[in-house]
């Protein structure tokens, strides 16, 4: 389960990456919901192997709990991502609306052209 | 974000939004020792007025909300801090929390309410509530209406800037020129 | 210990009765936020004097009463104390300065609470002694300072904020990785535990893993050499009060972040990586004052001058003595004052001349002497002129690195401040000396008069570090000690948490 988990952390990082570096803004999103989902994984994998352990909650299961503290911060941080994703598609957005581009390149290009 | 126009979803609208908060109270409630609480109801309150809005159309939501959702979630904040603070009165740390086990209560029978449940209020108010108005603004925006109705703008905008449609317009125009 | 939340509530509280109470501007409403400003400064104080009357000693506060490393605690300790009065001093100023800058029927309505819930942010970070804890309050922090950069800017002008963003949300992903790493490696995230637990492990590798991780985050934020980009093209495009607040103050934040974590919470024998950190101090200082010197406009230059400036506060860590970690504290409180009052001043400036671009600028020293003094002094504090207060940080930085024998890291401060000295002299010569633009220069309006007199009030705070250096540095000295005394710190926090935490 945890070389899984790595993997895919690993996984996502590495796409996240490539997408941030493109120009086009919906890949840039696109690249950093995936950077903070693939952080929140890491986090997450952090509690150790879920094999053999039951959920974190009060319950009659004779298993020991996985451990909670990286669940409860992760939740914090996957509500931290969804805000920072909004106002990100929002600037995005507006940035659109005022350059008329979707192109990062040109976005900056044409400023340096200006001056 | 359109409209959805289908007969069927007009009249079956009122019932969808019922049954979902009545599960999401139900999820709030039942957050203190099994899965749910706060955020999760105040998300699925959320979700059922996006239904709502997606089926009804953005600008009559906005007419039927029976409070500026902005204002909902500074109310959910504000709960939530002095459900933190009231402790204090008693000397105890900052968010300490009590608990109490009632029996033999008429209709209910036995209860156990604790002040966590307060604070979960407080998040249910706050999520519910920027999440209605976050949708309602990206909804709005990319659906040709301005982002704020004329009621709030002054609450949200500077009186020396339009919406940002329409600065966009006159910035094509000044580039057209 | 109650009264340590304090710091972060009554920004929260403040920002909320804006949007429930009064939504709409107006003058009560500016009333009510400057008498909490304020009250947050006043607080700010009375801790402070608490903490340094304890010689230092940490006060805490373990929130909800949790056991073991569950709860989060909150601890001031001098340098949070110190910080602490400083963010909320900048903070007053600032508003003030905001109110002087825009009649109340053009204020952007949700500007007062944007800043409130920015200091609120800020003053957790000062305050929390939980590596998690610490995430929340920089996004808290962050959030805000995104939302004010974008709100009142121009559609030109907006684009800058994306790398703003970009970078920080890269920032922000990093620290949640390193916090997961911590969490694995020490199993807690209580600062005070990691200390505990880092200095058993020693010399580990996965220790210095961790800690390159942090302070590649916090080198994000705090702007060091390779990581600055962001900053200086995106902070000219605020508005000079907010502009006077971010330089003052978000950086800083960084450094103090650093300061904590080298000295607090890791083991005292990272020779490498202090050595890392000395170089790219030097590199910092030096980028970043050719960088204010290739540009022409108020904004542009002072937003180059303040990376510059991190360079000299991170060399002063990487030389990491006691004395040295003394000097970048006494820096820091001569830094946030200097650096918001030439704000402040160019502020002025731009609203004698109508615009802040050194062509179109010109005659305020025969308009306004006293501007022009104000602004030769801070200036000349800036560059390091005995006996203001810039000098006597850098002397103390320039003597312990000489104590070492670190000539060329020396050598590269010495030419950076020069360099600082004639950057700031092209803007004395553009702005002040040279006859004014055709436009001419605005008669001073009771506005222009409010502005001229807290940036006044600016210099004098900043005249009396100057020459009252000896007290200033004795509180900086205790400040530093109780900030390398680990073992106080960890029995502070562990007495608080019970028994069980403590091992």
């Given amino acids: 389960m945890q070389i899984e988990t790595a993997l895919l952390v690993a996984f996502l990082f590495g796409i996240a990456t490539y997408l941030i570096l493109q120009k086009s803004f919906v890949r840039i999103l696109f690249g950093f919901v995936a950077l903070t989902n693939a952080a929140n994984l890491f986090m997450l994998a952090m509690s150790g192997s879920p094999e053999g352990r039951s959920a974190p909650i009060i319950n009659d299961s004779p298993l020991p709990s996985v451990d909670p503290l990286p669940q409860a911060l992760v939740l914090t941080a996957i509500v931290i991502g969804f805000g920072l994703t909004v106002y990100l598609i929002m600037l995005l957005y507006r940035i659109f609306l005022d350059a008329r581009t979707t192109d990062s390149e040109s976005l900056f290009k044409s400023e340096a052209g200006d001056e | 974000m359109k409209s959805v126009n289908s007969f069927m979803l007009r009249a079956l609208i009122g019932l969808v939004f019922l049954l979902v908060n009545i599960i999401s109270i139900y999820m709030l409630l039942r957050g203190h020792n099994l899965p749910g609480g706060g955020f999760i109801g105040g998300l699925m309150t959320g979700m059922s007025f996006i239904l709502l809005g997606l089926v009804r159309g953005w600008s009559e939501l906005q007419r039927e909300l029976p409070l500026p959702p902005l204002r909902m979630a500074a109310f959910g904040v504000l709960l939530a801090i002095l459900s933190g603070l009231a402790p204090l009165l008693w000397g105890q740390a900052f968010l300490t929390q009590f608990n109490f086990h009632w029996t033999g209560l008429p209709l209910l029978g036995e209860l156990h309410v604790g002040t966590p449940l307060l604070f979960d209020c407080g998040v249910f108010f706050l999520v519910g509530g920027i999440t209605v108005k976050l949708v309602i603004v990206l909804a709005r925006s990319t659906s040709g209406l301005p982002a704020f109705t004329p009621g709030e703008t002054p609450y949200y905008a500077s009186t020396l800037e339009g919406g940002i449609e329409e600065t966009a317009n006159e910035e094509g125009d000044a580039h057209a020129n | 210990m109650n009264s340590l939340i304090w710091p972060f509530l009554l920004p929260i509280l403040t920002a909320l009765a804006c949007s429930l109470a009064f939504g709409l501007p107006g003058v009560g409403r500016r009333v009510f936020v400057a008498l909490s400003a304020a009250a947050q400064f006043v607080l700010a104080l009375f801790l402070a004097v608490r903490t340094f009357q304890g010689e230092g000693v940490p006060l805490v506060l373990n929130i909800g009463g949790w056991s073991a490393s569950l709860g989060i605690v909150l601890v001031l300790d001098g340098l949070a104390a110190i910080m602490l009065c400083l963010a909320t001093f900048i903070s007053l100023i600032c508003i003030l300065f905001s ?109 210095k893993l961790v800690v390159v991780l942090l302070l590649v985050v916090f080198g994000i934020k705090a702007g060091i050499f390779p990581l600055y980009y962001w900053l200086p093209n995106s902070y000219p495009i605020l508005s000079f009060s907010l502009g006077a607040f971010y330089s003052g103050l978000l950086t800083k934040v960084g450094v103090y972040v650093i300061l904590r974590m080298l000295c607090t919470v890791f083991p005292h024998t990272l020779d490498g990586i202090y050595g890392m950190l000395s170089w790219l101090a030097g590199l910092t200082m030096l980028l970043a004052v050719l960088g204010a010197l290739s540009r022409d406009f108020i904004r542009g230059i002072l937003s180059f001058h303040i990376v510059s400036q991190i360079g000299y506060m991170v060399l002063a860590i990487a030389f990491f003595t006691p004395l040295a970690i003394a000097a970048c504290i006494f820096y820091v409180i001569h830094h946030i004052i200097v650096k918001s009052s030439l704000y402040l001043i160019g502020g002025t400036g731009l609203f004698y001349n109508r615009s802040d671009s050194l062509a179109r600028m010109g005659g305020l020293a025969a308009a306004s002497p006293w501007l022009a003094a104000l602004f ?35 050598g590269a401060a010495v030419l950076a401040s020069i360099l600082t000295l004639i950057s700031m002299l092209k803007i004395w010569l553009a702005a002040f000396w040279q006859p004014a633009p055709e436009g001419g220069v605005s008669k001073p309006t009771p506005p222009i008069r409010a502005m001229t007199v807290l940036a006044g009030v600016m210099t004098c705070v900043s005249l009396g570090i100057g020459f009252g250096a000896e007290p200033v540095f004795r509180l900086s000295r205790v400040a530093a000690e109780s900030l390398m005394n680990q073992s106080q710190y960890q029995e502070a926090v562990f007495s608080r948490l019970g028994k069980e935490a403590g091992q």
């Fill in chain 3, 376 to 410: 030769l002094l801070q200036a000349l504090s800036l560059a390091g002129i005995p006996p203001l207060s810039g000098f006597w940080g850098k002397y103390l930085i320039f003597a312990t690195g000489l104590e070492g024998g670190r000539y060329w890291l020396v």
């Fill in chain 3, 99 to 207: 109110y002087a800058e825009t009649p109340v029927r053009f204020e952007q309505p949700l500007r007062l609470p944007l800043m409130q819930l920015l200091v609120a942010g800020i003053n957790l970070t000062f305050l929390t002694g939980d590596l998690f804890n610490l995430f929340v309050a920089f996004e808290i922090m962050l959030v805000a300072s995104y939302a004010l950069l974008t709100l009142e800017a121009n559609d030109q002008d907006i684009k800058e904020a994306f790398p703003y963003l970009a970078v920080n949300i890269f920032g922000s992903a990093l620290f949640l990785s390193a916090a997961g790493l911590a969490y694995a490696l020490f199993g807690t995230l209580n600062m005070a535990h990691i200390a505990v637990r880092a200095a058993e492990m020693g010399d580990a590798f996965s220790v």
